[in-house]
């Protein structure tokens, strides 16, 4: 160790001239430690093994001959070959990060476009099943032997003699296809259904509430056999408290006595 | 004897002329800074600031070989055109460097702009009418 020392400032002694390290050597050995240290570095191995080669030949002209011009020359070319290696894996990265950043961006407007997707197929489904529960409310409305809408919602009346023939809660055959477009139209809808049974004002009240009631059941039940959920709908038998012509005439009395199929709100 | 001056006279000078006991005309090395300068140049090095601090020294320093070339000075020659190379080399990988962290903004501009964009994610229901 000391022999080689003595050798060496023997060797810069008989170089003579200024020994202190050019400033070229200096800024060369400093420029290739920041390339190393560079984030990426690794990508640009070649370069950095040729800035490697470019500062050992600096430094190799430097031990034999101190700072001449073509040391200083070499060192010149290190650096810049340092500078390369350094500049050329940033470049890499920097690519690197524009190309995942592409993708994650394809990846986001794939999703986006799949979702898009999914909500353009709900959303027709909706249109459809809307267009579904209007057909039927037009098949229903035409199927009842009157409808009209008011506070309460859609009703639908059918007169007790077309419902019921001469029976006393047995729905007639004849009804039957008509009370079927009805249960269509109930079983699409979410709506909830009240059926409310009616008389005239004739005979006794207890008798006419039982039988309200009795007829409202059976329509209900109808209903409910074609479809319509049960927790969505029910019966009541209001008897004559809610005429909607006058008892006095045949006609109006014929027109009280029915069964409302009602729509609420 | 007059004869024999002659022809050493001569010799010498044919040997001045020829370089003789100087190097030969480094025109692989000219011929490879001039390429790398004009590589540098091409791909737009003198429109990135770092880059073009570096063509400049190339160019300048290509220009100074030429002289010492026609000078006959073509050890000094050699180096300056090794220096010239060197930074042309730079001047156009700084010039790429620039052009990829370009990129690499963009890139990340364009996917931070379409993360920010509401739209139509799962789980949001559009209205139909």
Not at chain 1, 198 to 213: C, P, V
Not at chain 1, 217 to 227: K, S, W
Not at chain 2, 58 to 77: F, P, S, V, W, Y
Not at chain 2, 95 to 106: F, L
């Amino acid at each position: 160790m000391l022999r080689n020392a003595i050798a060496m400032t023997t060797l810069m002694l008989l170089v003579g001239c200024s020994s202190t390290v050019p400033p070229e050597l200096v800024d060369a050995r400093a420029a290739y430690q920041r390339a190393a240290a560079t984030r990426g570095s690794g990508l640009a191995q070649t370069d950095l093994y040729e800035a490697r080669q470019a500062l050992g030949r600096a430094e190799s002209s430097y031990s034999d001959v101190g700072s001449k011009p073509e040391t200083r020359d070499l060192a010149y070319v290190a650096e810049r070959k340092a500078q390369i290696a350094r500049s050329r894996a940033t470049a890499l990265a920097s690519m690197e990060q524009a190309r995942n950043a592409q993708l994650e961006r394809q990846h986001l407007e794939q999703q986006r476009n799949a979702a898009a997707r999914m909500n353009l197929e709900r959303a027709k489904g909706e249109l459809a099943q809307k267009d579904a529960v209007i057909s039927a409310e037009r098949q229903a409305r035409m199927a009842a032997e009157s409808a009209k809408e008011d506070e309460r919602g859609l009703v639908l009346t059918m007169g007790s003699a077309m419902l019921f023939g001469p029976s006393e809660a047995k729905i007639a055959p004849a009804a039957q296809e008509r009370l079927t477009k009805i249960a269509e139209l109930l079983a699409k809808s979410k709506r909830q259904v009240v059926v409310v049974g009616h008389t005239d004002s004739s005979g006794k009240a207890e008798k006419n509430e039982a039988l309200s009631q009795k007829r409202a059941d059976a329509v209900r039940t109808f209903l409910v056999d074609h479809g319509v959920p049960e927790e969505r709908i029910r019966a009541e038998g209001v008897a004559s408290s809610q005429p909607i012509a006058d008892n006095k005439t045949t006609g109006g009395r014929a027109s009280n006595r029915r069964v409302e199929i009602i729509l609420q709100k | 004897m007059k004869r024999l001056t002659s022809i050493i006279l001569a010799t010498c000078v044919i040997g001045a002329l020829a370089g003789c006991g100087k190097e030969a005309i480094p025109t692989e090395r000219l011929g490879r800074a001039e390429g790398a300068v004009r590589s540098a140049r091409e791909t737009g090095a003198e429109g990135e600031p770092s880059a073009a601090l570096h063509l400049r020294l190339a160019q300048d320093n290509l220009k100074r070989a030429k002289m010492l070339i026609d000078n006959g000075e073509n050890t000094r020659a050699k180096y300056l055109l090794m220096r010239a190379e060197a930074d042309a080399d730079l001047a156009r990988t700084l010039n790429d460097e620039s052009k990829a962290k370009q990129m690499e903004q963009r890139a990340m501009s364009d996917l931070s702009n379409a993360r920010s964009v509401p739209s139509g994610m799962p789980g949001t229901r559009t209205e139909v009418p």
